[in-house]
């Protein structure tokens, strides 16, 4: 045990010492990982490629006629719409009557049971058109007095089928203050 001692203290190991055997250590664990990467790397491709090389086989199955049995197959018969605008009215509210509600819901009737579905957009005293939709609008705060109110219908199987009802109503409601409007008061 003194003869270790005695070498340990005679053998002064320095830092510069250390970097070196640990430098010396550390070269076979990097050549093998490199190697092991490389490795699998190549196998990889090898999978790769056999996978690619593998078609399917194409199997024929042979199905025996039937001679003594006829199969029926269910026929559905699709009934074609009428390329036609059909009938459609604006039930509420009547002409030129006074209306208070706030909003002002335009209730829209299409009779659909032939024709084909339909679209429409609506204007309030000649501004722009609305977006084409198929429900009906609610307008709300509208400008008190006489209001016209243009409806656009369009066919969604003929384009170049379009009809135009206009309704004339008075409106004497108040407006709804908005939230935003509100809290700048």
């Known amino acids: 045990m003194d003869q270790i001692k005695k070498f340990i203290r005679k053998?002064?190991?320095?830092?510069?010492h250390l970097d070196w055997v640990a430098g010396l250590l550390s070269i076979p664990v990097l050549l093998t990982v490199i190697i092991l990467n490389l490795n699998n790397l190549n196998?990889?491709?090898k999978n790769s490629n056999n996978s690619s090389e593998n078609k399917p086989t194409e199997k024929v199955i042979v199905v025996p006629e039937t001679k003594d049995k006829q199969q029926t197959l269910p026929t559905t018969t699709t009934l074609a719409c009428k390329k036609e605008i059909g009938p459609i009215s604006i039930t509420s509210p009547k002409e030129g009557e006074a209306v208070k509600n706030n909003p002002v819901c335009i209730n829209i009737n299409y009779d659909s049971q032939n024709y084909c579905s339909v679209v429409w957009s609506y204007r309030?005293?000649?501004?722009?058109?609305?977006?084409?939709?198929s429900s009906s609008p609610c307008i709300y705060n509208a400008p008190n007095g006489d209001i016209k109110f243009e409806l656009r219908v369009q066919s969604t199987a003929s384009q170049d089928q379009q009809k135009t009802i206009i309704r004339n109503?008075?409106?004497?409601?108040?407006?709804?203050?908005?939230?935003s409007a509100a809290a700048n008061y």
Request: charged share 25%; proline share 7%; net charge positive.
């Open 124 to 133: 309030i005293n000649e501004g722009n058109w609305s977006e084409f939709s």
């Open 11 to 16: 053998f002064k190991v320095g830092k510069h």
């Open 169 to 179: 109503f008075k409106y004497e409601g108040t407006p709804v203050a908005s939230p």
């Open 43 to 45: 196998s990889q491709k």
